[in-house]
Nanobody, 116 residues
């Protein structure tokens, strides 16, 4: 059974940093990509950052230069380093994994709150 467990969320002041981590287990098929999405109250869930199996990345425009996604291939974990956080970054952050059978798996989310 697939499990994704996020950690690292919390409350931080504007300008501060947080590092999110997502530990995965139970994948029988290969992982194609790993990523982070976020959802603020009343908003849709949006892609924040994504990293492919070959290491290519893409980011939401508003986080470019502030957030960095990385992965540990051997451990099937993915991290999101978030610097210079702003109040508009406040949201629930979800880890997502796309497997080679085109299934996307989701974590339960971790709350990030940035105070002004």
């Amino acid at each position: 059974q697939v499990h994704l467990v996020e950690s690292g969320g919390g409350l931080v002041q504007a300008g501060g940093s947080l590092r999110l981590s997502c530990a995965t287990s139970g994948f029988n098929s290969n992982i194609k990509a790993m990523g982070w999405y976020r959802q603020a109250p009343g908003n849709q869930r949006d892609l924040v950052a994504k990293i492919s199996i070959v290491g290519s990345t893409n980011y939401k425009d508003s986080v470019k230069g502030r957030f960095t996604i990385s992965r540990d291939t051997a451990k099937n974990t993915v991290h999101l380093q978030m610097n210079n956080l702003q109040p508009e970054d406040t949201a629930v952050y979800f880890c997502a994994v796309e497997s080679s059978d085109y299934t996307t798996y989701w974590g339960k989310g971790t709350l990030v709150t940035v105070s002004s």
